[in-house]
């Protein structure tokens, strides 16, 4: 049974297990694995090459010295996750860009329906429409920011969010609907054309 497993890829609770074991190797599979994903999400908050290479080689370097906190209470993609959200915003500190203290929510929106960022129509091209996107999320405040990118760009579920964030459902949605109505005001405020596409809405 052992030898038909062999060429099966390993879990990633496995390969930790073999990283703190001293297989620097199994590590480097858990880096392949997931720095894609880690690329993509970093690009929302910096487009400079070298800025984006420092921190998800910051992030890595961070989960493998801390690999042994890990506790297997979520996936190692959420722990490895919640390590890049706070790298990233240590580094928006260090450029003098503070973050908004985060405010919980007491009390419940009812208005948690999970719709999609606003997007501009086929007028404008394909890069315009990336472009004001990263130009509106780049002015919002680091908070409302972090919980669209999980969400909307990522694809991350409520529970993942929060475990990522260290807060709770209620607060994960009662922040994504502040921060899509955020993001539809600055685009609105910076792009008056896209107006009706929002009040009309689906």
Known sequence: MAMA????????VDLVQEALAGNQLSFQLLVERYQG????MVRHYTKNPVEI?????DTFLKAY?????FQHQSSFFTWLYRIA??????????RGRS???AVEDPEATGETADQD??????RIERDEIVAITHEVLGEMPEIFRTVLVLREFEGQAYQEIADILGISIGTVESRLFRARARFKQKL???YPEFAPEITDGP
């Open 5 to 12: 497993m062999d060429n099966a890829p390993l879990e990633d």
């Open 37 to 40: 994903r880690l690329f993509g």
């Open 53 to 57: 290479e420092d921190i998800v080689q």
């Open 65 to 69: 010295a801390r690999l042994g906190t």
């Open 85 to 94: 959200t706070n790298t990233i915003l240590d580094f928006l500190k260090r």
């Open 99 to 101: 973050p908004v203290q």
């Open 117 to 122: 960022v606003v997007r501009p129509d086929s």
């Open 188 to 190: 609105v405020q910076k």
